[in-house]
């Protein structure tokens, strides 16, 4: 396992040029504030129109569309848990969004992969936990697939990359 093949980037995700974006949508996947916002702006209407056929998806679980007008190929759709105060079930279903994002990937074989911070906008997860989690669920995935050469954690402030870098240092 090959701790070089992850980063920390402050900045944007729809600017991102690897193979797949992750979003973190609502249940609906139909649009919504926050970084999901962002990446349909980005990526343009036709997004939307390919969402619309999904039939939404379960927290937790994960489906992959087209990146249509954004550097990314593809953008693989998840939807975290809302926090509530981390009895019911919190925990699991982040780390499942990880884990459904990374099979995902590794089932099209992408090579490049990035990851906002799920939940912890309006979604409240508490921001140093999630990103524990989805640092976790990355190393674990690497011990056992080598699909992914780079896995991309987007920070869109300093405070989340600080956590990040956190995170990382103690975890790998
Ligand atoms: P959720 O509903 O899962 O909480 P949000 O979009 O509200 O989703 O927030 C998730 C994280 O994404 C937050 O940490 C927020 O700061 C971050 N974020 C918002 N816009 C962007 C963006 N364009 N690129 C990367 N991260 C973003």
């Not at 609906?28 to 999901?36: A, F, K, N, P, Q």
């Not at 990526?43 to 990146?67: D, N, S, V, Y």
Request: charged share 20%; proline share 3%.
């Amino acid at each position: 396992m090959d701790k070089n093949k992850i980063s920390i980037v402050l900045g944007d995700i729809t600017k991102q040029n690897v193979d797949a974006i992750v979003n973190a949508a609502n249940s609906s996947l139909l649009g919504g504030s926050g970084v999901d916002g962002a990446i349909h702006r980005a990526a343009g209407p036709e997004l939307l129109a390919e969402c619309c056929r999904l039939g939404g998806c379960k927290t937790g679980e994960a489906k992959i569309t087209k990146g249509y007008n954004l550097p990314a190929k593809w953008v693989i759709h998840t939807v975290g848990p809302v926090w509530n105060g981390g009895n019911y079930g919190e925990a699991e279903l982040l780390a499942s969004c990880y884990r459904s994002c990374l099979a995902i990937s590794a089932e099209k074989n992408l090579k490049s992969l990035a990851f906002p911070a799920i939940s912890t906008g309006v979604y409240n997860y508490p921001m140093l936990d999630a990103a524990k989690i989805a640092v976790t669920e990355v190393r674990k995935f690497l011990e056992k697939n080598s699909s992914l050469s780079t896995i991309v954690f987007v920070c869109f402030n300093e405070k989340i990359y600080d956590i990040y870098r956190q995170a990382i240092a103690n975890v790998f």
